[in-house]
């Protein structure tokens, strides 16, 4: 199943020295049967990017506990055999049974430098947003509006040499 994981550019850098990703709380994102149900119509290839958005967002929480972030979302697509759906978390929600080591990752995706301003100011409002705030649904809607630039897992040293 491929699977979309939440992560930071030090989330990234981990991987790259350790072999394997570790998702926090073993959370992820699928294409699951409760996610196609909670659509009228979408391809398959419309619904996994539904979950890749789902991952992008969660990335947000993840730069806004960090402590010194760095503003730039990034989800690890992996094709993973063994998870568990969590429908009565999300209708994208997955749990992982351990670790994504790094031949298992499909590709990366992390926002570009413009971004960074937007992805900040996203992370700070994404529990208001949650909860309905207009003001902050638009400012996470800027962030949003930022398509996830696609490396290949074997770009991953090039790539943080950039950041």
Avoid: C, N
Wanted: hydrophobic content about 50%.
């Amino acid at each position: 199943m491929r699977v979309y994981l939440p992560g930071t550019i030090a989330m990234l850098r981990d991987l790259e020295t350790a072999g394997e990703f570790r998702a926090r709380s073993g959370t992820g994102f699928a294409l699951t049967p409760a996610l196609r149900e909670s659509y009228a119509s979408g391809s398959d290839e419309e619904l996994e990017y539904a979950a890749l958005l789902d991952a992008a967002r969660a990335s947000l929480r993840l730069i806004a506990a960090e402590e010194k972030p760095e503003p730039r979302r990034v989800v690890i697509s992996a094709d993973i055999d063994e998870v568990t759906q969590r429908p009565d978390l999300d209708a994208a929600v997955v749990r992982l049974a351990g670790p994504v080591k790094i031949a298992e990752v499909a590709a990366i995706h992390v926002d570009a430098a413009e971004a960074a301003e937007s992805v900040l100011a996203a992370a700070a409002v994404i529990d208001q947003a949650d909860l309905g705030d207009p003001d902050a649904e638009f400012t996470l809607g800027d962030a949003e509006d930022h398509e996830l630039a696609w490396y290949a897992p074997q770009e991953l040293p090039f790539l943080l040499e950039l950041l």
